[in-house]
Each structure stands twice: as structure tokens, then as C-alpha cells.
Nanobody, 124 residues
Framework: QVQLVESGGGLVQAGGSLRLSCVAS????????MGWFRHDPGKERDIVAT????????FYADSVKDRFSISRDNAKNTVYLEMASLKPEDTAVYYC?????????????????WGQGTQVTVSS
């Protein structure tokens, strides 16, 4: 099984930026849709952004459109999430996710592999 390792979380002031990285080890993730979800205690795990491996088609939740950007580096087997204009409501644990091969990742039920999560805290 592919191991997904996130990094880049931390504490930032509102309006600031962070870059999350997700490195897939042991096996390639080429061909699989990848994405980022986030979970705030007391709420459901919500989709943030996804990217297809075939043509880099992206999807964003309405709450992060125009602020976040997902990308991938095939050679490094890595997926990134650039977060800008961060708001306190973006505070959550962010999880990297691998979706089922050949699907368009749109919800947590399609995830076959999760990273361990990285905390993002945005102070007001």
C-alpha cells in the first residue's frame, strides 16, 4: 500500500499563506486521483481540493476557491496544496487522500488511502 506523508502545516495569522505537501512513498500514485480533505472536531471531514493525474483537472470546494491551489509533481510523486488568504475558519487537520483508480475524487467514500494529517491553525 502507498504511504502518504503530509507536511507543511502550522500556525499562521489570518491573511497568511501555507504550503502543504504530500509525498507518496513505496509505490507510484500515477493514474490515481489525489486530493486534500480537512476535518475540524465536531464536524464532518470535508473535501478541499482534488486533482486528476491524467490531465491535472482540478476541483475546489466553494469555500476555498480563488484562495487555494492544488498541484502535483509526477517526478517527485508529490501533491501540493497552496493556501493563501487564510481565514480562522480554515483551521483544521488537513489530510492527503488517494482516490480509486480511474475515478473522479469527490467525496471521502471514494478514498482508498489517507495520510496521517497535518494541523493548520489560523489565528485571528
Amino acid at each position: 500500500q502507498v504511504q502518504l506523508v503530509e507536511s507543511g502545516g502550522g500556525l499562521v495569522q489570518a491573511g497568511g499563506s501555507l504550503r502543504l505537501s504530500c509525498v507518496a512513498s513505496s509505490r507510484t500514485i500515477a493514474g490515481y486521483p489525489m486530493g486534500w480533505f480537512r476535518h475540524d472536531p465536531g464536524k464532518e471531514r470535508d473535501i478541499v481540493a482534488t486533482i486528476l493525474w491524467s490531465d491535472s483537472t482540478t476541483f475546489y470546494a466553494d469555500s476555498v476557491k480563488d484562495r487555494f491551489s492544488i498541484s502535483r509533481d509526477n517526478a517527485k510523486n508529490t501533491v501540493y496544496l497552496e493556501m493563501a488568504s487564510l481565514k480562522p475558519e480554515d483551521t483544521a487537520v488537513y489530510y492527503c487522500a488517494q482516490g480509486r483508480y480511474g475515478t473522479v475524487l469527490r467525496n471521502s467514500g471514494q478514498v482508498i488511502n489517507w495520510g496521517q494529517g497535518t494541523q493548520v491553525t489560523v489565528s485571528s
